[in-house]
């Protein structure tokens, strides 16, 4: 089973659970108020290790609209199958939201289909 370190603290989670679940699994309210489908990136982390080679064509296209490729990740786009070190930037605490948003679905949604960061680069270069 992968280990996830969220702001220190350190769990055993189940291997393919989305990242977004596991953090909620740990107790922290963090953001999905789109519900997990890549469209609001209030489920957004700093990587600190284990950052996934690889993200959904959606995560790029959200987080390149909205500057944050390269800054950020999308925790509803990223399934933990491997050890990794997060923070969450925007929980319901930090952000005074009345609830983190609809509850993500247990697979990643919209397109559950990853490619090379570098593959995406290139082809948003040849647009």
């Given amino acids: ?4 370190t ?6 055993e989670v189940p291997n393919g ?8 699994s740990q107790g922290i309210n963090i953001g999905h108020r789109c519900g997990g489908f890549a469209r609001c990136t209030t489920c957004r982390v700093e ?11 959606a995560e790029y296209d959200i987080l390149r609209t909205r500057d944050l490729l390269g800054k950020a990740r999308l925790s509803c786009q990223i399934v933990c199958d491997h ?3 997060v923070t969450p930037l925007l929980t319901k605490e930090n952000q005074n939201w009345d609830s983190t948003g609809p509850a993500p679905e ?7 289909a990853w490619f090379p960061k570098s593959q995406l680069q290139q082809e948003a270069a040849q647009q």
């Fill in 1 to 4: 089973m992968p280990k996830l």
């Fill in 47 to 57: 990587v600190h290790t284990g950052e996934p080679d690889t993200m959904t064509r």
């Fill in 6 to 11: 969220v702001d220190g603290k350190t769990a």
């Fill in 83 to 85: 050890d990794m070190s």
């Fill in 17 to 24: 659970q989305r990242l977004v679940l596991a953090i909620e």
């Fill in 106 to 112: 247990p697979t990643v949604t919209p397109e559950a």
